[in-house]
């Protein structure tokens, strides 16, 4: 027998084969552009500042946090975002304070409202809580956090504010940033925006 005859090849193994490597090919370029599954419930903390805003944990009473921008925009609960601010938790006390982890209903006792602003815009800003609604009848001592991200994390105010009761408003900072990121000229000279709305 000699060489050439070993070597020879039935037509339809060749197509088989063939087929078999084009099914292979489309397999792996079809592998290569499936979107990946989105993950749900994931937020990508991008921010130059921080504004964090909690009181204790399982009262049922709602702060909410209202926050305006140099250009005199502000945002609130209706108003989500403006320019660079973003109200990113609202929290309303204990209403709507459970979640699902794992198929099982657990309650959140934190009471938290988070702002960012996601980029260095000059100017003043101006920082409000308001005690929009209550279901104990008291005084809630709140906390509020300012903290600049980048480089790197810095805490540049930290303090306390008792709202007195429901309708409260309150200017809890008032800040100023400039060219270069950096805050200044902290002061909590009193500004309404509530009733602005």
């Not at 009473?61 to 140099?70: A, L, R, Y």
């Not at 006390?93 to 702002?115: A, F, M, S």
């Not at 790197?152 to 800040?175: H, N, P």
Request: hydrophobic share 40%.
């Amino acid at each position: 027998m000699s060489a050439r005859e070993r070597f020879k090849s039935d037509p339809f193994t060749d197509l088989l084969f063939n087929a078999l490597l084009g099914f292979t090919f489309l397999f792996l370029v079809a592998i290569m552009f499936m979107n990946p599954e989105a993950k749900s419930g994931i937020i990508d903390p991008k921010a130059e500042y921080i504004i964090t805003i909690t009181w204790e944990d399982n009262n049922p009473d709602d702060i909410d946090t209202w926050v305006e921008d140099p250009d005199g925009r502000i945002i609130w609960f209706r108003n989500k975002e403006a320019g660079l601010i973003h109200l990113d938790r609202d929290d309303r006390g204990k209403l709507n304070d459970t979640i699902i982890i794992n198929g099982e209903e657990v309650e959140n006792p934190l009471n938290q409202e988070i702002v960012t602003i996601r980029g260095i815009v000059k100017g003043e800003y101006v920082v409000n809580l308001h005690y929009y609604a209550s279901e104990t009848g008291k005084p809630v001592d709140v906390n509020v956090r300012l903290v600049k991200v980048n480089p790197s994390l810095e805490v540049v105010y930290y303090g306390t504010i008792k709202m007195e009761k429901t309708g409260d408003e309150k200017t809890a900072l008032r800040f100023s940033i400039g060219r270069d990121g950096k805050i200044s000229k902290l002061n909590f000279i009193p500004k309404q925006l509530v009733s602005l709305e």
